[in-house]
Structures are given as structure tokens and as C-alpha cells.
């Protein structure tokens, strides 16, 4: 079991209550931490965009008011599960095939294994050659 420290416990707190600033991939990489990390087949990126984009819809839970957001980037895409600007897990699928999926440190007491083994599943489906 993970061991929960008090300052993450009450930062996730005061992001999920609105009073405090939600960490972003952009303002503080170092509250995100790899869940899984390879690299996929380039020449199947919008299968793989699509995969992880539908596999990460399919296992939203309605209890959360949550949302999938997919975006093209500079080098490739990214698909994160959002609420307003805070956000839970994102993956960036490189255009040279690098697949990195890290989630948010505040977020840890959030259910978001099934969407981590969606993310993960489109990585072994399609696999670099």
C-alpha cells in the first residue's frame, strides 16, 4: 500500500476544494510521477491516439466530474483525464514513438488504475517493431 504523507494529502485536498492552484505539467512537472513509459509503433500514432483517447472515455468513472481531453502538441499528442485545470494522469505520445504516462502525486487517492491499464493496454497493442 502506498504511503500517503500529510502535505500531499492536504494539497489534493485544497485543489479538489478549489482553494489552492492545481499543478500542471507546464507550472510543476515534479508533482508528477511515471506510472509507465515505452515506446510504440510511429506508424500507427492515430490508432495508438485513438486507443488511449477511447480506452481512457471507457472507464470514466460518472462519480467524478471528470473529463478526457485530447490535444495535437508540438512533437505529438497528449490525452490527460481532467477536472477544470487540475490534471490526474497524462500521456504524451511522441511523434518518435516515445509513449510516457505519469499521473499527479495529489491525485493519489483517486481511482484511476482502470484508466492506467487502458493507457497501458494500447502500449502492448501497439508495440514499436
Known sequence: MQ?????????????????????TTASRPDQFSIVSEGRY???HQSLMVDCVFDGFLSVQEQAMATHVRQVKRADGWRIDVIAGAFQYLVVDMRDDGTFKLIRNKAAVLVPLSKDEAAATACLNKFPAK
Open 41 to 43: 509503433d510511429v506508424t
Open 3 to 23: 504511503k500517503i504523507t500529510l502535505p500531499v494529502a492536504l494539497s489534493a485536498l485544497l485543489v479538489l476544494a478549489g482553494c489552492g492552484n492545481a499543478p
